[in-house]
């Protein structure tokens, strides 16, 4: 408690930043107040991971920090219901020059702030210390929390997620591996 020589919050606001996927922990103002003060986005995700990979290590603009608030509370639902497994972010925010480089879709999430992808070797680290069995699983997971948003299934083994608002679903998975 206190690690940080900072103030320690209330015991309410402790508890509920340990129970980041409930409502009410998304809903607390006291809770989004405590996580500015740590540069962090929700308990389990900083700012600083979300940041685009430029030189620059642009940080995501403040008229999209709305949009990527939204994205980890779904992410910390997501993270819980694979068993509290370790995540973070392999490619998060990107500038529009950034996305043409990277080869980006046009106008891809990533260029508002409300996407993350996550490679293959992180999701199959999920896989062999979470609960879902298999990738499959994962990706149903996934479906259901951003049922209103985007999963992108990639060939690359990579699992893309958004929340964009309206559904959309890109499955492009080769199961013959
Ligand atoms: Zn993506």
Not at 6 to 17: E, I, T, Y
Not at 105 to 120: E, I, K, L, V
Request: proline share 6%; charged share 25%; hydrophobic share 35%.
């Amino acid at each position: 408690m206190g690690r940080h020589g900072g103030p320690q919050p209330p015991k309410r606001v402790q508890k509920l930043h340990g129970k980041p996927w409930t409502m009410q922990a998304r809903a607390s103002r006291k809770v989004r107040k405590h996580l500015d003060t740590q540069d962090h986005v929700t308990p389990h995700f900083t700012w600083a991971e979300f940041a685009c990979q430029d030189a620059q290590k642009t940080a995501v603009p403040p008229d999209l920090r709305a949009n990527t608030i939204r994205l980890c509370w779904l992410l910390e639902k997501m993270r819980h219901q694979l068993g509290d497994v370790p995540m973070s972010i392999d490619s998060g925010y990107r500038t529009p020059e950034r996305n043409r480089e990277v080869g980006g879709a046009a106008d891809s999430r990533h260029t508002h702030g409300d996407a993350a992808d996550f490679f293959a070797a992180q999701v199959d680290g999920w896989i062999t210390q979470g609960t879902a069995p298999s990738r499959a699983a994962v990706v149903a997971i996934a479906s259901r929390i951003f049922a209103s948003g985007g999963v992108g299934n990639e060939t690359s083994g990579t699992l893309h997620v958004d929340a964009r608002g309206w559904k959309a679903r890109f499955v492009t998975w080769v199961a013959a591996r």
